[in-house]
Structures are given as structure tokens and as C-alpha cells.
């Protein structure tokens, strides 16, 4: 006979099945989301990468990774150096507001942090039910503080926590979360264990072990950042004999492997210093390889939206010579400019065939765009940010927002680009009354011709716009003025 439930029984149920059909249908929605992988270089110019004009080696994987999406040409780094352009990339502010605005170093091992409950892009990927993990160089708080990436948002970090110790290839120890790992043969005298090799396994096992739910890596290696050093292996005699040499000489003390008061923070001298820096870069572009090929053979690629760029421009240490190789492209300056060399980097993103293959966009755009787009991409608001979502542009649905500028500063320095218009003050430190300086970056690409006595209404808004976008922070002063007491 049929059995008459109770009304409350009958309630229940159709309260217990609606919430089982509301979590098959998040569950569906959540592993409906794309992957992202966000590769990033240290110190890799903009001119670096063949598909961006390197003409002296190649980097087939992320010429690939450019022909199968969008290489964008008018993309800038969040800062000239490490620290402040990576806050910016995490938190979505320009260096006018960011808290890191420098790389400010502590004594031990680490820099300056973060505060406490910081909003990054991790810690949106992580409320929103995916599973987060950071490889590579992250200097934005030392091991335990609030700064640290565990504190930020990252369910797993594994590489070296503090940038100054990343100036070695071949270290004592990195940092598994909240665990410091010793690497066997890495005395400072001997060199076993190439660190930027084993923090890359580590990054793909990360994409291993979550491919069957959302993702968010972080994958920001340590190449081609000085030192200039690489494992002796087929990369490196590739290149061997194939340019002119001058050989980097240290003239620090403690600089070399085995030097009894051994410097963490010097570069090794190098014999080979334009075939190593070929290498370094080739070790970067086999990374990529190796990740999208992962992802290809664990069926996820077509989800996955793969993302790679620079921190900033090409340095000058460690026997590094970028002029050589016109790291810089057509543009003037270097690491720690603020003409477009220091600044200007490649982009490359791809997601499947929601990108069209082998775009290139002019759009201008800056790390600080990256919160707003992971946003629109999750549904999420966000309170605030300097930053313009970048989806439009990167989907081809509706209209891009354009910026009215971008803002730099770093260390008494300071710049805005509003659309061809570049405006740069140097030297505020000892100087607060600086002039400011102008280009018209459309007809003067390596900003040689200051045209600001020609153009002084346009000079007269850039200034005023750097003066409304600067905040106060007394950890990384603009002018002298703004330093502790």
C-alpha cells in the first residue's frame, strides 16, 4: 500500500533534495570555470622573446603560446623593479596606492610585508573554490609574517620566499609553505640542486594533482635574473661558441661558490655571459613548454586561460648586457627606468578558442588590470582597484573601457602615460620642484625629444595627475619630505 508521508517529512525531503540539486549545480558551474596559469618572468626584457623582435635565439613554446591566443604590444609592468610591480600585479593598484612600492629589504631573509588582510587576486581565486598555489620568487613578506603568500591567499607556495636569496641559482634552502627545505649539496660551495628546476616540478605537480577542479597557479620563475647561471646540459651547449664573449668578473667580495665569506645577495662571476643568458631564457621558454603541454595532455587546455609577462625590464648585473641582445626593443632605459624600456613588457595570454589565434592588440594596459579582469571572469565585485577589466578586449564581447592614464613611481621618480602622451619627473627625492619631461611616445618611441615647453596644457595635466594619483607612504618615499623623521 502506498505509505502517506507526514507534512513535515515531506518538507524535509523536498528541502534536502532542492539543496542536493543547488550543490550538483555549483559543483557543475564551479568545475565549468577556467584554470589559469599566470607564468611569470623576472627581468625579461620586452625584446627577449622572438615573437617580440629577439633575433639572436628562439623561444618556440611561447611564440606558440602567441600564435594560439593574443600578444599584446602595449602592455606594462606594475613597477620597474620586483617588489612593487608584482604588489601591484596581487592587490590591482597602481604604485601611487600600493603598499609595496619598492624593494625594501629586512634584515634576515625577506622584505617588507604586506598588512594583514591584504585583497589579492589569490585570495579572490580562493573564496570563490579554487585551489591556489604560487612557485617561483615572491618578496612581498618574510617567512610567517602577514605577508607571507600562505597569509595571502595561496593554499601551497614552494620556491624562495625572499627576492634577495633568489639571486642564487643554487641555494641552501627555499620555503614549502611554512617548512624550509634544505637542499642537499647546496653548501655554497658546491652546486647540486639547480632551485628554479625543482621549483618548476613542483608547479606542475600542483597542476596535476588539481586538474580535476579550478585552478589558480602562480608560476613566477626566477630566469633570466642575475645570476647568470645555468645546470651544464644541452641548453647551455647550444649556445656555447655561438657569441662573442666578455667574460663578468666579480668584484664583490664573497661573490663566488666557495669564497669562505660567501654573499648571498652577489653574482658569481661568468665566462660565458651571453651564452648562459641565451640559455636562462631558453629555460624559461621550456617551462612554458613543459606547462601548456601538461595541460594539453591532461585534456584541459581548452579551459585553462595560460598568461605570461615580465615584472619589468632588463637588468644590467651580473655580466647581463642587454644591448647586446636589445632586450629593450626600440625603447630607451632599463630595470629601474621609467622610460618605456624599464616598463613596457611582453603579454601573452591564452584561453582556448575564446582568444582569437595569433591577435595582436595595441590596447595599453598594466598589471593592475589583472584584479579587475579575474573579477569579471569569477562575477565578482571589487570594491577598489586602479585597474580596468581586460575581458572585452581578450574575448572580442563588447566594448573595452579605455584607460585616461597609467601611473608609475618608484624611488623619487615618477610617470603617467595618457594615451601616445608619456610625462616622467626623476629625481624628486633631493629635488621636489623636478621638471617634468614629455614625449609623444607615437613619433618618439625611445622618448629622446621632451616636447613639454611645446605642449604646456598637456604638460599642466600630466602634472596634475601625478600629483591627485601619489599617496602618501612612508616606507617608500616620493619626496624627501615624506621620509620618518
Not at 115 to 129: L, Q, S, V
Amino acid at each position: 500500500p502506498l505509505k502517506i508521508m507526514k507534512t513535515e517529512s515531506f518538507t524535509s525531503l523536498f528541502a534536502l533534495c532542492m539543496l542536493a540539486s543547488c550543490s550538483v549545480s555549483e559543483k557543475n558551474k564551479l568545475e565549468s570555470r577556467p584554470n589559469v596559469v599566470f607564468i611569470l618572468a623576472d627581468d625579461l626584457g620586452y625584446g627577449d622573446v622572438s615573437c617580440y623582435g629577439q633575433e639572436k635565439f628562439t623561444t618556440p613554446n611561447i611564440d606558440a603560446l602567441a600564435s594560439e591566443g593574443m600578444k599584446f604590444t602595449q602592455f606594462y609592468a606594475g613597477c620597474t623593479v620586483s617588489a612593487p610591480s608584482r604588489c601591484s600585479l596581487m592587490t590591482g593598484f597602481h604604485t601611487g596606492h600600493a603598499q609595496v612600492r619598492g624593494n625594501r629589504e629586512l634584515k634576515g631573509e625577506g622584505q617588507l610585508p604586506m598588512a594583514e588582510g591584504t585583497y589579492t587576486i589569490a585570495r579572490m581565486f580562493k573564496d570563490n573554490g579554487y585551489a591556489t598555489g604560487a612557485f617561483g620568487k615572491w618578496g612581498l613578506g618574510f617567512p610567517g609574517s602577514e605577508g607571507d603568500p600562505n597569509n595571502q591567499g595561496f593554499d601551497e607556495f614552494f620556491g624562495y620566499n625572499c627576492q634577495r636569496q633568489a639571486h642564487r641559482y643554487y641555494p641552501s634552502h627555499l620555503w614549502h609553505n611554512q617548512e624550509k627545505v634544505i637542499l642537499e649539496g647546496n653548501d655554497t660551495k658546491n652546486k647540486t640542486v639547480y632551485a628554479p628546476d625543482l621549483i618548476h616540478e613542483k608547479a606542475l605537480d600542483f597542476i596535476r594533482t588539481n586538474k580535476d577542479k579550478p585552478f589558480f597557479a602562480f608560476i613566477p620563475v626566477i630566469q633570466p635574473h642575475a645570476e647568470l647561471l645555468v645546470p651544464e646540459d644541452s641548453i647551455i651547449e647550444k649556445y656555447r661558441g655561438k657569441y662573442p664573449e666578455t667574460p663578468f668578473v666579480a668584484d664583490k667580495e664573497g661573490a663566488e661558490y666557495g669564497d669562505p665569506d660567501f654573499d648571498v645577495k652577489a653574482y658569481c662571476s661568468q665566462p660565458e655571459p651571453h651564452a648562459t643568458f641565451a640559455a636562462m631564457v631558453s629555460r624559461v621558454d621550456k617551462y612554458v613548454g613543459d606547462v601548456t603541454g601538461l595541460l594539453k595532455e591532461l585534456g584541459i587546455d581548452d579551459n585553462t586561460i595560460v598568461i605570461f609577462s615580465s615584472d619589468n625590464g632588463p637588468h644590467l648585473e651580473g655580466g647581463a648586457d642587454p644591448d647586446f641582445w636589445n632586450s629593450n626593443g626600440d625603447f630607451s632605459g632599463y630595470k629601474r627606468s621609467m622610460t618605456d624600456g624599464g616598463i613596457r613588457v611582453p603579454m601573452i595570454i591564452k584561453w582556448g578558442d575564446r582568444i582569437k589565434a595569433g591577435s595582436v592588440e595595441q590596447h595599453i594596459g598594466a598589471f593592475y588590470d589583472f584584479m579587475p579582469t579575474f573579477a569579471d571572469l569569477l562575477g565578482v565585485d571589487v570594491d577598489k582597484t586602479d585597474g580596468i577589466s581586460l575581458l572585452p578586449v581578450i574575448t572580442g564581447s563588447g566594448e573595452q573601457k579605455a584607460h585616461e592614464f597609467l601611473y608609475w613611481e618608484h624611488q623619487g621618480n615618477v610617470a603617467i602615460r595618457m594615451g601616445d602622451w608619456k610625462a616622467i619627473r626623476t629625481g624628486l627625492l633631493k629635488d621636489k620642484d623636478a621638471p617634468l619631461k614629455l614625449y609623444n611616445i607615437s613619433s618618439d618611441v625611445a622618448e629622446v625629444n621632451d616636447v613639454a615647453a611645446l605642449n604646456p596644457e598637456i604638460a599642466a595635466k600630466a602634472m596634475e595627475i601625478m600629483k591627485r594619483e601619489h599617496t602618501v607612504n612612508h616606507n617608500y618615499p616620493l619626496y624627501a619630505s615624506e621620509r620618518k623623521k
